[in-house]
Each structure stands twice: as structure tokens, then as C-alpha cells.
């Protein structure tokens, strides 16, 4: 049945920023439909578990901070001492931070950079071995739409660039891995109601217009994200690699 292929039972799936909104909600529907699944993040863990446990989710959590060098490393080593096997890894973890481009500085542009773009290259590195061992693995990254076009309001030109950047990875990894098993897929999601765009959407001058150019007026929910992160991280498509996924409401068609 075409329904088993979007089962993930005996898979080992990390996520790395976890703990709430999409991370979270990712971690739930890969639990749900069977991974064991570890979540990580630089904070605590006490509402994730909450959410995970009350939806029967087989999960862990170790505490990580992607923005250090060998926190990707760190991460897999534990994972695969504690599980024996890693094959889902979903980089999740980011920041985003807004500004006029005259007055960023070195350290918010390296600040934004070092998680959003070196940290998902180290993990995405330090997730081989342990796939390459098994023959197979899946990587997802999560970009942005903010990755494929400048979005306004707001000016983020380091958000934007971090963004194109983790696109531009997955389908560089995907290629150079393709014939090894390994298969690498982002997704770019639009406005999504999470604690990171709460700020914008209370915003009265910059939420009329995310929703005006959204041509479904509205804000997606981390759970539609989700949907389509099983989708990407499930035997249901196999055959799909180096794709970014867009789930924008329809904002990147005007």
C-alpha cells in the first residue's frame, strides 16, 4: 500500500533545533510514524517532551550548540553511541535576524552565518559516515523562501543570503551523493506561525503586507511543514533528491 511507504518504523531521525516550532513539529510526524527520533537544541526541552510524549513519540533529547565547530560532530558521535544508526537528518536549527545592510556589523552577519549555513554544512559532513556505513541515509535541510526571492518589508540580506546558500548545498550534496543511497532535499518554507516571525505578524506595518502578498492570505502552521518534511524524509520519495520544496502559501508566485 502506497500509505506504508510514508512509514518510518526502525529509522533513527535527528532534528536539530527541535525543540518548538518547526523543528518540533518535524519531530513529531517523523515519531509519529515510528522513528525514534532525537531533538536537539541549545535550550531546554521540558515543552518539547510535553508535545512528544503526550502524541506517544519514541524520543530523546541532547543538548547541542550548532553554532560551535565540533558541536555537529559531538552530536552525531552521541547519537550513534546511543542508537547505533543515524538515518534522517534534519537541519533545522537557524536564526534570523533583520537590519539595514549599512549598519550590520561583522559579528550579527558571522552570528547569522555560523548556524544558518556552517553548522548545517557540519552536520550534513558529519552525517556521512554513519549513512555511507549503512548505504543509505536522508538529509533535509530547511531553508526559506527568503532563499529564492526578497521578501519585504523587512530588510535581511544576511537571512536572504544564508538562505540561498543552504539551497544552493542541498543540490550540490544531493548530486555528489545521489549514487551512494544518501538523498538530499530542502524545503522553503514562507510565513509560518512560529515564536521566530511571531514578532513580524504583530507587526501592523509589516504583517498587511506578508499576507497581501501571500495569494492564500494567511500564515501556514508548522504542522504543513511537517506534513511535507515526512513526506521528503519517507520512502514515499525515493526517487526525489536535490529538490527545494516550497511551501509559501503561493508568495513566491508573484
Known amino acids: 500500500m502506497i500509505l506504508e511507504k510514508f512509514r518510518l518504523d526502525g529509522k533513527v531521525a535527528v532534528v536539530t533545533g ?6 518540533l513539529a518535524i519531530a513529531k510526524a517523523l515519531g509519529e510514524a515510528g522513528a525514534r527520533v532525537i ?18 513519540v519514541d524520543f530523546e533529547f541532547i543538548e547541542a550548540d550548532m553554532r560551535e565547530e565540533g558541536a555537529a560532530d559531538e552530536l552525531t558521535r552521541r547519537v550513534i553511541k ?6 534522517i537528518l534534519v537541519n533545522n536549527a537557524g536564526v534570523a535576524i533583520h537590519g539595514d545592510s549599512g549598519d550590520f556589523d561583522d559579528e550579527t ?10 553548522a548545517v554544512f557540519r552536520s550534513c559532513r558529519a552525517a556521512l559516515a554513519p549513512m555511507r556505513a549503512q548505504g543509505a541515509g536522508v538529509i533535509l535541510n530547511i531553508g526559506s523562501m527568503s532563499g529564492i526571492v526578497s521578501n519585504i518589508p523587512q530588510n535581511q540580506v544576511a537571512y536572504n543570503s ?6 544552493m548545498m542541498t543540490k550540490s550534496l544531493a548530486s555528489e551523493l545521489a549514487l551512494e543511497n544518501i538523498r538530499v532535499n530542502a524545503m522553503a518554507p514562507g510565513y509560518i506561525e512560529t515564536d521566530m516571525s511571531r514578532g513580524g505578524i504583530e507587526n501592523p506595518d509589516w504583517f498587511p503586507i506578508w499576507r497581501d502578498m501571500t495569494p492564500m492570505g494567511r500564515v501556514g502552521q508548522p504542522d504543513e511543514v511537517a506534513a511535507a518534511a515526512l513526506f521528503l524524509c519517507s520512502p514515499a520519495s525515493s526517487y526525489v533528491t536535490g529538490e527545494v520544496l516550497v511551501i509559501d502559501g503561493g508568495y513566491t508566485t508573484r
Open 109 to 118: 552577519w558571522r552570528k547569522i552565518m555560523s548556524l544558518n549555513v556552517d
Open 82 to 87: 546511543r542508537m547505533g544508526r543515524l538515518d
Open 39 to 56: 531533538i536537539s537544541a541549545r535550550t531546554s526541552a521540558s515543552e518539547a517532551a510535553e508535545v512528544l510524549t503526550n502524541a506517544n
Open 18 to 23: 527541535g525543540t518548538r516550532g518547526i523543528g
Open 162 to 167: 544564508s538562505k540561498a546558500a543552504v539551497h
